[in-house]
């Protein structure tokens, strides 16, 4: 269609080519309108992001400045504190093991040697 319209506008003359000019608009009209608005949402969108972004970095700097880290040091030495216990603890259950199977060695031994 558009070959058979230009081969219409060179033999045609002027008036062709402005009625071809008016019908290429037609067509591409809605979709450039349509391209524009979403680009004009967008940077409508993209402005009312900036300026919540830009308000809530106000506002955690408020916050960082206002807010007080709890010192941490004596759950670190709580927590270094019961590793110890924890790692004596497992020593004697560690010898305790040791202990008890040293006890049914000797059990075995003793009852093998009673049993004729």
Known sequence: I???SMA???????????????GLLS?????????????????EAQETLQKEIHRLSKELETFVETAQVP???PYSQ?????????ENINVVLQRIQ???????????????????
């Open 2 to 4: 558009l070959c058979l």
């Open 8 to 22: 219409q506008t060179t033999s045609e003359g002027v008036g062709s080519k402005e009625e071809f000019t008016k």
């Open 27 to 43: 067509v591409l009209m809605p979709a450039v309108t349509e391209t524009d608005n979403r680009v004009r949402s967008l940077f």
């Open 71 to 73: 010192s941490l040091t």
């Open 78 to 86: 709580k927590l270094v504190t019961a590793k110890q216990r924890m």
């Open 98 to 116: 040791e202990r008890i199977s040293r006890i049914e060695k000797n059990f075995v031994k003793k009852s093998g040697a009673i049993q004729y």
